[in-house]
């Protein structure tokens, strides 16, 4: 494989993508600079390849963080020391990019800044990083995700600050600064204590509004929904998804981005009690989860959201309502349309489950559920899910039967050995 292959495949681009995301980044920088996917190909595939124009050069150097020399190409002398006018910021900030031999000197984001020259394959490694940390929730629960981001969050802010970049390279350490912000404004939703989840979310909202990006402004702004609710602020969480509706249309996101909008317009009306509300916004999120997106339009914070979270949403809203028994067949769909590695998911649904069908009479089914929980939640580390096993313990207590003891004192011998 050629090494501008590699580093393009290191960067997690197709062709397509790449020459997309390299039209974006010219436009960007205004530099009238173009590149199609067959050019693409005889860069990556003749030996030697095709020498890129300078302006072609200027763009992707500004990508990768590294001097064309180093991508691959048999580079006149003329050409491995040139300026060119990188845009910093898309308007009036400009910097000077210097391709020297073995460092690029110039496009770091403080002048005169010395230490490692961080590229596209620093920010792959790291980024793959940040993508663990979803398994980690999704198998383990908040708790042990949250002691790795915060090990994830000292080394970007210490490669932040202290490696020569380009702006661009810059740009995209900082938008998964946002991501992983968001990540743990969402562990401190499922773990508490939720000043930590608020502030979190604002730090995520903040690096969002920095770079400019609105889908990662999007991504906080959801969160904070989620936290705004369960701290009682729902003027707020009322606003937050206002806010992200707009910035939605705006960037013109697509209708997965959409879907997770709608169901926190949701969780709001359900929250306060307005049925109407969350009907409407429920009827929303059906629309946009039947319309069809490629997958690699979606972001990746946004890929949970499907018919599972609507489902679930749904029975939310007719609990919230006093109507366990229309939610029973809701959380019924729902727990049987999560797929593998979401045990954290599935033991939070079952146990909504298990707490409807109390709700609804259906003691020795309700107890079978939470039963289920306990067996399978031994490697979950989850607050909110202790809190919810806790309460179905103490409606259980009330209730003088065989069954209910055993559930009872199986709740309280789990919760002693600390397994959720």
Not at 108 to 127: E, K, N
Not at 146 to 170: F, P
Not at 378 to 390: C, M
Request: charged letters at 25%; proline letters at 4%.
């Amino acid at each position: 494989m050629s090494k501008l292959g590699w580093l393009r495949k290191q960067a997690g681009y197709t062709q397509e993508t790449f020459t997309a995301t390299f039209a974006r980044e010219a436009a960007r920088l205004g530099i009238d600079a173009s590149v199609s996917v067959r050019q693409l190909r005889r860069w990556e595939g003749e030996s030697p390849p095709p020498l890129p124009h300078p302006s072609q050069q200027a763009v992707l150097e500004a990508m990768f963080g590294l001097p064309l020399a180093e991508m691959g190409f048999d580079v006149p002398g003329h050409r491995r020391a040139t300026v060119q006018l990188i845009g910093d910021d898309g308007d009036v900030k400009r910097r000077a990019f210097v391709a020297g031999t073995g460092a690029v000197a110039a496009a770091a984001i403080l002048p005169g800044q010395h230490g490692p020259r961080i590229g596209t394959s620093d920010v792959a490694v790291l980024r793959a990083r940040l993508a663990e940390l979803y398994a980690v929730d999704h198998c383990s629960g908040g708790i042990p995700a949250k002691a790795r981001a915060k090990q994830l969050e000292r080394h970007l802010t210490q490669t932040l600050k202290d490696s020569v970049h380009t702006a661009k390279i810059g740009r995209d350490l900082q938008a998964m600064l946002s991501e992983l912000h968001s990540n743990q404004a969402w562990y401190g939703y499922d773990g508490g204590p939720v000043n930590e989840a608020r502030a979190a979310s604002m730090e995520a909202l903040t690096a969002a509004q920095l770079i400019g990006d609105e889908l990662l402004q999007i991504s906080a702004l959801e969160t904070l929904v989620l936290i705004d609710v369960k701290a009682d602020r729902a003027w707020e969480a009322a606003s937050a998804v206002e806010t992200a509706y707009g910035l939605a249309g705006r960037v013109g996101a697509g209708p997965a981005v959409h879907l997770v909008i709608a169901l926190r317009e949701a969780n709001v009306s359900t929250h306060v009690g307005d049925t109407a509300g969350a009907r409407h916004a429920l009827s929303r999120a059906l629309s946009y989860q039947s319309r069809n997106e490629g997958s690699d339009d979606v972001p990746d914070w946004a890929r949970f959201a499907g018919p599972v979270e609507i489902d679930y949403a749904t029975a939310e809203m007719y609990a919230r309502a006093g109507k366990p028994q229309r939610a029973v067949p809701f959380l019924r769909a729902a727990v049987e349309g999560l797929g593998g590695g979401y045990a954290r998911n599935t033991a939070w649904y079952r146990s909504k489950l298990a707490s409807a069908l109390l709700d609804a009479g259906e003691v020795e089914e309700a107890c079978a559920e939470m039963a289920g929980v306990l067996a399978s939640c031994g490697e979950i580390a989850s607050n909110r899910l202790t809190g919810r096993i806790q309460a179905f313990r103490k409606t259980v207590d009330a209730i003088d039967t065989t069954t209910a003891r055993d559930v009872s004192d199986r709740i309280q011998e789990t919760m002693r050995g600390g397994r959720t």
